[in-house]
């Protein structure tokens, strides 16, 4: 039975970054005794509550299992104190779909390969693609002089060149990704932290 002496946690959050997301609450203070948490889940498609990984823990946090790994399925989760035989309400969250809810980091610049007219860039993307993904990166690159005058180019490589550039001039470029999935739903990634190369005499 949830009992009114023992608060229910405050500031319940899903935050998903790269597709990996974990729930997070504040910590219930009581005077005596340790507060445990337990975490249940349940899908858009079965409308009853499962336990997660999470049963009586002292953590404040509690990552997804493996089984909710669809990027496309709508969960719910809750999240309850317990204190001995005393619980508290539950706290359920709103509707999370990861496909629409996460947060993608930027891309790994593994290399940059100078030469006198070109920057050649490998990257990583931040996250395991699946089927019917389509990565594209956006690089935003300019003379570090004249650093107004910005130039766009996409790319669905992990390998790509900007081109046409002037020798013995040093380029900044900074690079996000667009994940198109296949219904259709555009996610936008953080941008990389600026980086700069001076170009080659030919």
């Not at 998903?16 to 948490?37: E, H, I, Q, T």
């Not at 823990?57 to 299992?65: G, K, V």
């Not at 629409?100 to 693609?129: A, C, E, Q, W």
Request: net charge neutral; aromatic share 10%.
């Amino acid at each position: 039975e949830s009992s009114p002496h023992l608060p229910a946690p405050k500031d319940v959050m899903i935050y998903s970054y790269n597709f990996r997301s974990l729930l997070r609450w504040s910590p219930v203070k009581v005077d005596r005794g340790s507060v445990l948490y337990t975490v249940h889940f349940k899908t858009g498609a079965f409308n009853q509550w499962d336990e997660m990984n999470c049963t009586r823990i002292a953590q404040t946090e509690c990552s997804f299992p493996w089984s909710l790994k669809e990027r496309r399925w709508t969960v719910v989760l809750r999240v309850r104190a317990e204190l001995g035989q005393v619980t508290s309400d539950w706290v359920e969250t709103d509707p999370f779909v990861a496909e629409r809810n996460t947060t993608i980091g930027p891309p790994k610049v593994n290399s940059v390969t100078v030469s006198s007219d070109s920057l050649l860039i490998s990257v990583t993307p931040p996250f395991g693609s699946e089927a019917g993904d389509l990565l594209q990166y956006h690089v935003s690159y300019w003379e570090n002089a004249t650093s107004t005058t910005k130039k766009e180019t996409k790319m669905s490589n992990t390998l790509f060149k900007i081109r046409n550039l002037k020798e013995s001039t040093l380029y900044c470029f900074r690079i996000h990704i667009e994940l198109m999935t296949h219904s259709d739903l555009q996610l936008l990634g953080r941008q990389s932290v600026p980086e700069c190369y001076r170009t080659t005499i030919s």
